[in-house]
Structure formats: structure tokens, C-alpha cells
């Protein structure tokens, strides 16, 4: 029951209670009752009030969503190919929807209430919401994007427009700072407190922001920066509990720095607005960073005019295969040592259906193999979702099996089934080996098949922006094209491991990517790929 309802009925009951008691014995205490009756009556328009307001948020709740569900379900693959959208349906659904609740709640509501109750199971949880927003951040550091190109939606090759508030950029860099992550804290602090200054409305107050900024800066080594922000705090909310506090030590730890180096005079904060290259970013956990993010932006790759030349297309028959006599298969090079084809129409656009339609059921978070134990386990580098396909669950599979034996000459009777993925939001797999190491000799134990000999990738998206596969050894990047396929051997003839080969799925900026992978393994390929006399050959 609403409170001001209750108020009102509680009131009614005392004096109902009280007029039995003899209270219209006495005219003085009953024009007592006349003021109560009034501020009864203003109690129940506030509620009245309370429960227009209430309603004219449920309506312009409704009517946005109408509008945004009208775009979303119309193309919705195509909707959530911009990160955006993607991040906001799941803040949306984890966050938002959860207050709309809350509001209705304050009224029985039981057909809300009971649909709330039945779709809830369905609905993206906190972390669904962190993951969403830590995948707008890789983006950011992979493609070299500001906070500001998120922000407004200035993304390539996207179709429908999507802007993130000064409220969705300050719980993005709010998630940051919880993570201790103050460098992508303070770009989206910054980006919050831009579009605030800029004359947009928010909930979020100002002093939050430039508390949480603040702090930012600091922990990042910007004294001076940090110092003008928690004056400019101090200056709105004198009374804040830590900004005098903060601003005090900030303080002495500068006029502590400039005694150590032997100056007098402080510094004057930088007042240039902070973008992306203003501080560095903490290194991580992966040497090869630098190099992998520059090949997923095109930059960096060694594709130089003598490789190009040694760079050839073909018509590929498989050794007069009887399947591919009438119609061979298009070959063309994409890398010359390590060797990397790409085959052209490998899947037609019927059997691309067809596969998603078989793996859409069965799609879980992808896992990795434990190079220690040969467990499948998720993991943190890898953000996609993947199902397994056999043979046997449509002639489909079947058939791009054998086209799979027919082009590559390799048996697939002991290959891995075929895995398709589906890159999501900031969809990603950092650099990786696809072959078992000598340090994790039972990787592929369980399988009893040996090694990962080859890859055969499917691509079965175009992308509109990202999503790449690089090669950072050897400076490679492959681009999605539809109904392609890429090729390469990870094992040398002799057996031994190609480390070239690592590789690693870039970042999807902008689209969905489906991708098919059938990993192609050592047994059953001793006279179709006989072994080699040299250790690299």
C-alpha cells in the first residue's frame, strides 16, 4: 500500500477511534479535528501528487522504450552490432527496469509484477552490466576511441545512433574506479563532467563527479590536476566530508615533491581537457599488447610489395577431387610464410543460416582448454559464445565436414566438432595457440587424436568495424568477408609447433561476428600429410 494512503487511513482510524471516545463532547477539540482533516487532505493530493508523477514516468518509460524496441526488434542482430546499444540493454535490463519496479511496487501492480516475475530469469544480472561496460573500454584502448566518440556515437560504419548520458558515463567510470582502475575512471569522469558543463541534465551531482575525478587523477600521479579539481568540489560543496581533507594532503604531497627536487615554485595544473594519450596505460598481463591492438586497427601490418609478390590465386580441386572437379574451389594467398589461404565461397548464405539457426539453442560462454588439467574453462581473454556442431544433427554439418576433407586433403574423421562463435559486445580472444605446447602435453589427452595439426575458420559475417585476425609474430591481419574461409597448418611436418601461428580474434567495434572453426587434428593424417625430415620443415 502507498505510504501516503497509509498515513491518511491510519489517520481516519485514530479519529474514528477517538470521536467514539468522546471527543464531540467537546467543540474545542473537535475544531482540532477540522486542522487534522486539512492536513489529511493535503496528505492525500501529495499522494495524488505521487502517483501522477509516478504514472507520467511509467508513460515516458513506455513511450521511449516503445520507440527504441520499434528500431531494436525491426533489425535486432543488426541493432546491437553498435557496442553501445549492446551496453545499454544490459544496463537497461539489470539496472534500470529493476527501478521502474521499485516505482510500480509502490502500488499493487500484479500484471507488472507478474511479468517481472516470469521474464526475470532471462534478464542480464550486475555482471552481465560490468562486462558490458569493461567491453566499451577495450574497445576504447584497442581502436584508440575517446570517451567522447562512445559518448555521441561517432563509431564507423554504424546504422543506428546511440548517445550514452552524463548519468551512463559517470556509472561507467564509477564501475572503473571500483575495479582500481583510475585510468579508465578518469576519462569517463572527465566525459561525465564535459557533458555536464556542457548544459546537459543528469542525476548524478557535480561534486560526485569531481569527487570521484579527482581521486582519479591523483592516483594516476597528476598532483596539480588533482589539487584544481578538489578546489573546483570544495568551491560547489564546502561542506563535502573529503574534499577538504583531500585537498589538504594533496597539498603537502606537492609541496613535499617540489622540496625533494629542490623548487619552490608549485606547478599549474595542466588545463588542457584530458583525453586518451594524457596518461599512460598501466601495462598488463600480455607482452604483445601494443603489437596486437595496432594489427586490430590496421596498423603495423608487414605486407610489403616483395611478400605481395610471392602472393598468388588458384583454382583449388583438391588433388582431382571428384567433389570439386566440376566446381574448384577459389584459393587466393593471404600470407606466404607461415602459408595462410582464404577460401571464397566456402559457405553459401543458406547453410550460414542454417548454422546459426543449429547453434542459436546451444550457445554458451566459450571456454578454453586448461593447458594443466585439459579442462574446459572460461576465461576472461576470451568473450564469445560458442555451440558444437556434429554431423549428425543436419546434413548441413555433414556436408561442410567432407568440403572441409575435400579441400584440405586432411581427414576430419578425428577432428574436434565444428565450433561456431559468436562474438558479442567488445567480442574478443587475445593472442592464443590453437596446438598444445610441450609444457601441456595433456591438453588434448581425452581426445585421444594428438595434436591440432591445422585451423579452418569460417567467417560468416561481414564486420562492419573490428574483428580481425591477427598474427602478431609475424605482423598479419585477415579481415571477415562472408562465406570465406582461412586455412593454415599449426604444426610443422615434423610435428612440432608453429609459435608463429599465434594468433588472436580482435575486438568487434561495430557488428556481430559468426565465425565457424574446425580444428583439425594429427591421427588419421600420417599418409595425407606424411611427416617431415627436419624439425621446421
Known sequence: MAPFLELTLLALLFFSSHTQAEIFTSIGQMTDLIFTERELVKSLKEYIEAEELKLEAVKSWANKLDMLTHASTSDPEGFLAHPVNAYKLMKRLNTEWSELESLVLQDPSDGFISNMSVHRQFFPDEEDEKGAAKALMRLQDTYKLDSESFSKGKLPGVRYNALLTVDDCFDMGKLAYNENDYYHAVLWMQQALRQMDSGEDAKTLKADILDYLSYSVYQMGDLPRAIELTRRLVAIDPSHQRAG??????????????????????????????????????????????????????????????????????????????????????????????????????????????????????????????????????????VSKSAWL????????????????????????????????????????????????????????????????????????????????????????????????????????????????????????????????????????????????????
Open 245 to 382: 581533507g583531500n585537498l589538504r594532503y594533496f597539498e603537502q604531497l606537492l609541496s613535499k615533491e617540489l622540496r625533494d627536487m629542490g623548487r619552490s615554485q608549485r606547478e599549474l595544473a595542466d588545463e588542457r581537457p584530458i583525453q586518451l594519450d594524457t596518461y599512460e596505460r598501466p601495462k598488463d598481463y600480455l607482452p604483445e599488447r601494443e603489437v596486437y591492438e595496432a594489427l586490430c586497427r590496421g596498423e603495423g601490418v608487414k605486407m610489403t610489395q616483395k611478400r605481395r609478390s610471392r602472393l598468388f590465386c588458384r583454382y583449388q580441386d583438391g588433388n582431382r577431387n571428384p567433389r570439386l572437379l566440376l566446381k574448384p574451389m577459389k584459393e587466393e594467398d593471404e600470407w606466404d610464410s607461415p602459408h595462410i589461404v582464404r577460401f571464397l565461397d566456402a559457405l553459401s548464405d543458406e547453410e550460414i543460416e542454417k548454422i546459426k539457426e543449429l547453434a542459436k539453442p546451444k550457445l554458451a560462454r566459450a571456454t578454453v582448454r586448461d593447458p594443466k588439467t585439459g579442462v574446459l574453462t572460461v576465461a576472461h581473454y576470451r
Open 390 to 537: 556434429e554431423g549428425e544433427d543436419d546434413p548441413v554439418i555433414e556436408r561442410v565436414n567432407q568440403r572441409i576433407e575435400d579441400i584440405t586433403g586432411l581427414t576430419v574423421a578425428t577432428a574436434e566438432l565444428l565450433q561456431v562463435a559468436n562474438y558479442g559486445v567488445g567480442g574478443q580472444y587475445e593472442p592464443h595457440y590453437d596446438f598444445s605446447r610441450k609444457d601441456e602435453p595433456d591438453a588434448f589427452k581425452s581426445l585421444g587424436t594428438g595434436n591440432r595439426v591445422a585451423t579452418f575458420l569460417n567467417y560468416m559475417t561481414d564486420v562492419e568495424a573490428g574483428g580481425a585476425t591477427v598474427f602478431p609474430d609475424f605482423g598479419a591481419a585477415i579481415w571477415p568477408r562472408k562465406g570465406t574461409a582461412v586455412f593454415w597448418y599449426n604444426l610443422f611436418k615434423s610435428g612440432e609447433g608453429d609459435y608463429r601461428t599465434r594468433h588472436a580474434a580482435c575486438p568487434v567495434l561495430v557488428g556481430s561476428k559468426w565465425v565457424s572453426n574446425k580444428w583439425i587434428h594429427e591421427r588419421g593424417q600420417e599418409f595425407r600429410r606424411p611427416c617431415g625430415l627436419t624439425e621446421v620443415d
